[in-house]
């Protein structure tokens, strides 16, 4: 019997398999927030540049940048719905919740075959629901996150012997990859806020 065809490997790959979806749902379901929230901020940031200007309020309020600013934002919110709508980050999330779940009733399935004499039926049917499962809630490689698998592997020193350095770069890898994929949000907030903050108070950008 190969190493790659014991119950250990099967379960190492279950486990991490299932680890890694549960990141990936948990990820998207803060991107589906995220996406969510900031059209919500920016329709807000909207109605309170609309009231500003049908009370006059804020130093800037006449500026005729105040006019492209509402035209943009109007821009901004149809094309994150657009975003939102077509990549489907809730229901995404739930699928790949779903399939962690089912990978975890399988791991405990094979757990007691663990240190015990090879049955060959019982690894061969427990092998191909592993992959039925996969199959059954089948991903584009786009929901997936280098971020979600280093997690995943943190959390499996007895698989993943990830000590020292090689642990700073993995928390580091994965602190990036995360900042890069919601960097958008940030960008946009903090936009908005500089724009309100301008049309209130009248502040000069260098």
């Known amino acids: 019997m190969k ?9 190492k790959k279950i486990d991490s398999t299932s680890k890694t979806r549960f990141n990936a749902s948990d990820r998207l379901r803060l991107h589906s927030k995220c996406s969510t929230y900031t059209i ?3 329709s807000l940031g909207l109605i309170l540049i609309s009231l500003m200007q049908a009370y006059g309020l804020g130093k800037n309020i006449n500026n005729d940048l105040v ?15 657009l975003l939102i709508d077509r990549n489907d980050y809730s229901n995404l999330a739930e699928k790949m919740y779903s399939c ?6 399988l791991k405990q399935k094979i757990y007691p075959y663990l240190n015990q004499p090879h049955n060959q ?30 997690r995943a592997r943190l959390v499996m020193p007895e698989n993943y012997n990830i000590n020292g350095l090689k642990w700073w ?3 580091f890898d994965i602190y990036s990859t995360l900042l890069l ?20 108070f009248g502040w000069s950008f260098p």
């Open 40 to 42: 919500v901020v920016i």
């Open 3 to 11: 190493k790659e065809d014991s119950f250990d490997n099967l379960y």
């Open 100 to 105: 962690a779940t089912q990978l975890g009733e």
């Open 67 to 81: 006019t492209l600013i509402q035209i943009f934002s109007t821009i901004a919110v149809l094309v994150y719905s």
């Open 169 to 171: 770069y993995s928390k």
């Open 181 to 200: 994929e919601f960097l958008s949000y940030i960008l946009v907030i903090t936009t908005l806020v500089l724009v309100l903050y301008w049309v209130w």
């Open 121 to 150: 039926d019982a690894y061969d049917l427990f092998r191909d629901s592993y992959y039925s499962i996969l199959k059954l809630f089948e991903t584009h490689s786009k929901n997936y996150s280098s971020s979600d698998h280093i």
